[in-house]
């Protein structure tokens, strides 16, 4: 989870990759509007998520039997929930960076349709999660590896080859 530019995706296939489970781009599942309305630099609404939400949610209830990472950014409660209403039970990775760290790779990512101008909605409505949620942290300034192996070492799963 978390905002464009934080490295979910990157994060996600790799960790997917160490569990030896499915990986799910969120991105693919955005509808064709909200991939429209973002590109055009407008930000999303509640309502504008809710089907990407449940996209995501079905996703990973297919899913859920034989293991499944999937990127989504979930920056709200309200969103996480619906994935949790969705999907059952999830554990949410949140890799973060600062501002600066984030305009910096979005200044350098090409090709994808979430333009730099979004990044202040998104950080406005990001919501990191409660204690009470079952979540993990990581510094997005790590390299993937070392993300990989934090959240691994969070779960109490020993890396491969150990």
């Known amino acids: 989870m978390g905002v464009s530019g934080a490295g979910k995706s990157t994060l996600g296939e790799a960790l997917g990759n160490a569990l030896g489970?499915?990986?799910v781009e969120g991105d693919a599942l955005h509808p064709a509007a909200n991939v429209t309305k973002m590109a055009a630099g407008?930000?999303?609404?509640?309502?504008?998520?809710?089907?990407f939400l449940e996209n995501v949610a079905a996703a990973l209830a297919q899913y859920r039997d034989e293991g499944v990472v999937a990127s989504c950014s979930a920056l709200k409660?309200?969103?996480?929930?619906?994935?949790?209403?969705?999907?059952?039970?999830?554990?949410f990775v949140l890799p973060l960076l600062g501002r600066e760290d984030l305009v910096d790779r979005l200044a350098h990512r090409a090709g994808h349709f979430m333009p730099a101008s979004l990044l202040a909605s998104q950080l406005d409505t990001l919501d990191p999660p409660a204690a009470d949620e079952d979540a993990i942290t990581v510094d997005g300034r790590l390299s993937t590896d070392a993300q990989v192996q934090a959240v691994l070492a969070a779960l109490k799963i020993r890396p491969p080859g150990d």
């Open 77 to 91: 409660r309200s969103y996480r929930d619906r994935l949790r209403r969705g999907a059952g039970p999830l554990l």
């Open 21 to 23: 489970v499915r990986f």
């Open 42 to 51: 407008i930000p999303l609404n509640d309502a504008d998520r809710i089907p």
